[in-house]
């Protein structure tokens, strides 16, 4: 079966770093996408991760363990315009996409 | 460079009515094509996908359908609504093949069934 799980809501503070974890059983894996979604909006892509390790963008990094069915996205700096949802999918060995549920990110001032 | 469109952005139905839900894609050539459903504070959910014309791909049974009836067109559409079927409705665009093909989204429809 296809599961993925991440934490629902998270709270941090403007400035902060915050790690948002996702844990990952599919039948197949041909990589693993975090995208960012504000609330009424569409999804936009933020990172992708086929291979373990690290892979920083500026302020986001996304880190991956294939062995563990592991992946985290890590936000540095953060704003207030970073509260939003952040969904982890992972492409299977055809051409579908599973999503999370998302986790729900609020920045404080 | 691609872009996709959908229409309406949003939309309200009764119970019972049909629906018709257009999404097209501009600037790529044979892409793979996805509806989701996302309903409020949810996941989104794999309603169908395609992978060329004509070649529909059904994950969730229920009362919707699909069609491709041209390369870079896809249709969602039901005969008679539910009120389950109120939520976010995404198209979605990928490349077939090589490395970092990403999902793309459209803008959404946002349905509402009374």
């Known amino acids: 079966g296809q599961n993925i799980d991440q934490p629902t809501e998270m709270t941090a503070t403007e400035g902060a770093i915050v790690q948002i974890n996702c844990t990952y059983q599919t039948s197949g894996f041909n990589g693993l996408f975090w995208y960012q979604q504000h609330a009424g909006e569409a999804p936009t892509f933020l990172s992708y991760n086929v291979l373990d390790g690290l892979e920083e963008k500026g302020r986001f990094s996304s880190f991956l363990s294939r062995s563990k069915g592991y992946s985290y996205l890590l936000l540095k700096e953060l704003q207030m315009k970073d509260s939003a949802s952040y969904l982890c999918?992972?492409?299977?060995?055809?051409?579908?996409?599973?999503f999370g549920p998302g986790t729900r990110l609020s920045v404080l001032p | 460079s691609q872009t996709i469109h959908q229409w309406p952005a949003t939309l309200v139905q009764p119970v019972g009515s049909p629906l018709s839900l257009e999404c097209t894609v501009e600037g790529t050539s044979n892409p793979n094509l996805y509806w989701y459903r996302q309903a409020a504070g949810r996941g989104l959910q794999l309603l169908f996908y395609s992978v060329g014309i004509g070649q529909i791909s059904s994950e969730v049974p229920q009362n919707l359908s699909a069609s491709r009836p041209q390369d870079r067109q896809f249709i969602l559409s039901s005969k008679k609504l539910l009120l389950s079927d109120s939520g976010f409705y995404l198209c979605?665009?990928?490349?077939?093949?090589?490395?970092?093909?990403?999902?793309?989204f459209g803008p959404g429809t946002r349905l509402t069934v009374l």
């Open positions: 999918a992972v492409r299977d060995l055809g051409q579908n996409f599973v």
């Open positions: 979605a665009w990928s490349v077939g093949a090589g490395l970092y093909n990403e999902q793309f």
